[in-house]
């Protein structure tokens, strides 16, 4: 589905009021919990050895709550029902040090105990509130599962609430890959509560063996710890019937308080590939004379060493229009195969952004894996060339592209550091910033950023918009406010929607916004940027300053 500019960022507007408060001491008991609502970030500090006791009412749905802070504080989470006793999720480390519950509750009253790792664990921190409708299963394990024989069958896109309910249990599932090669992606993280705190996963083939070999599958087993609670693992399998198992794990736990017993989600996410190779079309060493692939498919070419007359290929775009998990590789080809490639991925102007020069495990040399999150209104092309890991070489090779809607997007604020000269008039450039690093836009939360360096008490617009490429449909960006008599200024925003602020005597104001609580409009990126009235800095009268992205989702 997609989503009208105006409609996203009215819709942003029209959140209800955003709210950040200061922690209320004493909340050191149960009984003394500060009452919060959803949606709301707390400015709060620990005391070693302290508990901060919160408590909050839900209408049934998700909640997730995280920390952060400009300085790592060791937090520990705990979760419990409504009268503070019977303790529904625990969690240490999930952001780095800083923890993070995200569950799925009945209406109800919760309590939640905040904790430092150790006795001397002491600092401020901000802790946020946020719930979003309620994150469906698309069904659940089917008892008995406890081996090979009785193993629930899974696919691609299956969200399952499962549970391990004594010591001895464990889930067995199957899955059956039918493309030549698949990649796949399983997440064992929470469900419903209360939650378990520890689990093992095991792999193993048609035959029950434990699958092997590792340098060719990939790890075959791994247990979740106190600090990595949640387990995430990818791969790249031919076709064939694996199984995955679940069960609890002999780790220690390492905290003070744990569920033994209790639910867990899993999550699989396929993305077939390998199927039926087209031939690549030369030239295709530009993005204008790009091949198109789509995702999904695969494309067999060749490519000559870095100093010849074919170094690389590229293919795209891929212009992608929702959430999506991308897996690729490139393997030998069948004549004058290439042993060793990089695998570049580039921007939608063709620049490059990161590259891969190993990963495919599956391919008897050197060649490239990588498998990546893709966010809404973006577009993207790969490109490969030689040399990889190796000398420059020549030969054939085959590029496979696996695709699947993606479970969730990672939330983030990234700045630009632009107009660096586009100073006020008090010799500084407004700036864009966050408190902490870690601060997100989370939907169903409260993100809080600021603009600083102002002259006092002077007037801007933040102007938010979904491009900072085009403003109004057709002006590139940035645009030279220079043109206008505001030299080394430019706006890199579309002003799609603005608001007015007046900042402080110290030149700073706190941005508070209450982001939308539904997963509709995850993975949406939403540009911003100050335009400063400051009429002594230059003829104009205005400046700018550097701009950032939002990118709606999860943590």
């Given at each position: 589905?997609?989503?009208?500019?105006?409609?996203?960022?009215?819709?942003?507007?029209?959140?209800?009021?955003?709210?950040?408060?200061?922690?209320?001491?004493?909340?050191?008991?149960?009984?003394?919990?500060?009452?919060?609502?959803?949606?709301?970030?707390?400015?709060?500090?620990?005391?070693?050895?302290?508990?901060?006791?919160?408590?909050?009412?839900?209408?049934?749905?998700?909640?997730?709550?995280?920390?952060?802070?400009?300085?790592?504080?060791?937090?520990?989470?705990?979760?419990?029902?409504?009268?503070?006793?019977?303790?529904?999720?625990?969690?240490?480390?999930?952001?780095?040090?800083?923890?993070?519950?995200?569950?799925?509750?009945?209406?109800?009253?919760?309590?939640?105990?905040?904790?430092?790792?150790?006795?001397?664990?002491?600092?401020?921190?901000?802790?946020?509130?946020?719930?979003?409708?309620?994150?469906?299963?698309?069904?659940?394990?089917?008892?008995?599962?406890?081996?090979?024989?009785?193993?629930?069958?899974?696919?691609?896109?299956?969200v399952l609430d499962a549970s391990l309910s004594n010591a001895?249990?464990?889930?067995?599932?199957?899955?059956?890959?039918?493309?030549?090669?698949?990649?796949?992606?399983?997440?064992?993280?929470?469900?419903?509560?209360?939650?378990?705190?520890?689990?093992?996963?095991?792999?193993?083939?048609?035959?029950?063996?434990?699958?092997?070999?590792?340098?060719?599958?990939?790890?075959?087993?791994?247990?979740?710890?106190?600090?990595?609670?949640?387990?995430?693992?990818?791969?790249?399998?031919?076709?064939?019937?694996?199984?995955?198992?679940?069960?609890?794990?002999?780790?220690?736990?390492?905290?003070?308080?744990?569920?033994?017993?209790?639910?867990?989600?899993?999550?699989?996410?396929?993305?077939?590939?390998?199927?039926?190779?087209?031939?690549?079309?030369?030239?295709?060493?530009?993005?204008?004379?790009?091949?198109?692939?789509?995702?999904?498919?695969?494309?067999?070419?060749?490519?000559?060493?870095?100093?010849?007359?074919?170094?690389?290929?590229?293919?795209?775009?891929?212009?992608?229009?929702?959430?999506?998990?991308?897996?690729?590789?490139?393997?030998?080809?069948?004549?004058?195969?290439?042993?060793?490639?990089?695998?570049?991925?580039?921007?939608?102007?063709?620049?490059?952004?990161?590259?891969?020069?190993?990963?495919?495990?599956?391919?008897?040399?050197?060649?490239?894996?990588?498998?990546?999150?893709?966010?809404?209104?973006?577009?993207?092309?790969?490109?490969?060339?030689?040399?990889?890991?190796?000398?420059?070489?020549?030969?054939s090779y085959v590029l496979e592209i696996g695709a699947s809607?993606?479970?969730?997007?990672?939330?983030?604020?990234?700045?630009?550091?632009?107009?660096?000269?586009?100073?006020?008039?008090?010799?500084?450039?407004?700036?864009?910033?966050?408190?902490?690093?870690?601060?997100?836009?989370?939907?169903?939360?409260?993100?809080?950023?600021?603009?600083?360096?102002?002259?006092?008490?002077?007037?801007?617009?933040?102007?938010?918009?979904?491009?900072?490429?085009?403003?109004?449909?057709s002006l590139p960006l940035p645009y030279d406010l220079g043109?206008?008599?505001?030299?080394?200024?430019?706006?890199?925003?579309?002003?799609?929607?603005?608001?007015?602020?007046?900042?402080?005597?110290?030149?700073?104001?706190?941005?508070?916004?209450?982001?939308?609580?539904?997963?509709?409009?995850?993975?949406?990126?939403?540009?911003?940027?100050?335009?400063?009235?400051?009429?002594?800095?230059?003829?104009?009268?205005?400046?700018?300053?550097?701009?950032?992205?939002?990118?709606?989702?999860?943590?």
């Amino acid at each position: 589905m997609r989503l009208h500019p105006l409609l996203v960022l009215s819709t942003l507007v029209a959140a209800a009021a955003a709210q950040r408060v200061s922690e209320t001491e004493p909340n050191g008991t149960s009984a003394q919990a500060q009452i919060v609502a959803l949606g709301v970030q707390i400015d709060a500090h620990l005391t070693a050895g302290e508990q901060d006791w919160f408590g909050f009412t839900t209408t049934g749905g998700h909640v997730a709550i995280h920390s952060h802070a400009a300085i790592d504080v060791d937090t520990v989470f705990e979760l419990f029902d409504g009268s503070g006793t019977n303790l529904l999720a625990v969690n240490d480390d999930t952001d780095g040090l800083f923890s993070m519950l995200s569950v799925n509750l009945a209406a109800g009253s919760y309590r939640l105990r905040v904790t430092g790792w150790g006795p001397t664990t002491a600092g401020d921190y901000h802790l946020e509130f946020g719930a979003t409708a309620t994150i469906a299963a698309t069904g659940s394990e089917s008892e008995p599962n406890d081996a090979l024989a009785q193993a629930d069958a899974i696919a691609g896109g299956d969200v399952l609430d499962a549970s391990l309910s004594n010591a001895g249990d464990q889930d067995w599932y199957r899955l059956t890959l039918t493309a030549p090669r698949t990649g796949v992606w399983f997440e064992i993280v929470e469900g419903g509560t209360p939650w378990v705190s520890n689990h093992r996963w095991e792999i193993y083939d048609a035959g029950g063996g434990a699958l092997g070999p590792t340098s060719t599958f990939g790890s075959n087993a791994g247990d979740s710890s106190p600090t990595a609670i949640r387990s995430s693992e990818v791969r790249s399998w031919p076709a064939g019937t694996y199984y995955l198992v679940v069960r609890h794990s002999s780790f220690p736990l390492g905290l003070g308080n744990a569920v033994a017993q209790g639910n867990y989600r899993l999550r699989v996410t396929t993305m077939p590939m390998g199927a039926s190779p087209t031939v690549e079309s030369e030239p295709n060493d530009t993005i204008q004379t790009a091949d198109p692939v789509a995702l999904g498919s695969g494309i067999a070419g060749s490519i000559t060493g870095s100093g010849g007359a074919d170094p690389s290929d590229i293919f795209g775009p891929f212009t992608i229009s929702s959430p999506i998990v991308v897996q690729f590789q490139t393997m030998q080809g069948n004549a004058n195969a290439l042993l060793d490639s990089t695998i570049r991925l580039l921007d939608g102007n063709g620049d490059p952004v990161t590259q891969w020069t190993v990963g495919n495990l599956l391919s008897p040399t050197s060649h490239a894996r990588a498998t990546v999150n893709f966010a809404r209104n973006e577009t993207w092309y790969l490109e490969v060339r030689s040399p990889g890991t190796a000398v420059s070489q020549a030969g054939s090779y085959v590029l496979e592209i696996g695709a699947s809607a993606s479970p969730y997007v990672l939330a983030g604020y990234d700045i630009a550091e632009v107009n660096g000269l586009c100073l006020g008039s008090n010799g500084l450039r407004p700036t864009l910033a966050v408190d902490t690093p870690t601060e997100r836009p989370v939907l169903g939360t409260t993100f809080s950023r600021r603009v600083k360096f102002l002259p006092p008490f002077a007037p801007f617009f933040l102007i938010e918009g979904l491009s900072d490429e085009l403003a109004l449909g057709s002006l590139p960006l940035p645009y030279d406010l220079g043109l206008n008599g505001a030299p080394d200024c430019y706006v890199h925003v579309d002003p799609v929607a603005t608001a007015l602020y007046l900042g402080n005597a110290g030149g700073s104001v706190e941005l508070n916004s209450a982001l939308p609580n539904s997963v509709m409009f995850r993975g949406i990126g939403i540009y911003e940027q100050a335009v400063v009235l400051d009429l002594p800095a230059n003829t104009l009268g205005i400046t700018s300053s550097s701009y950032a992205r939002k990118l709606l989702g999860e943590r």
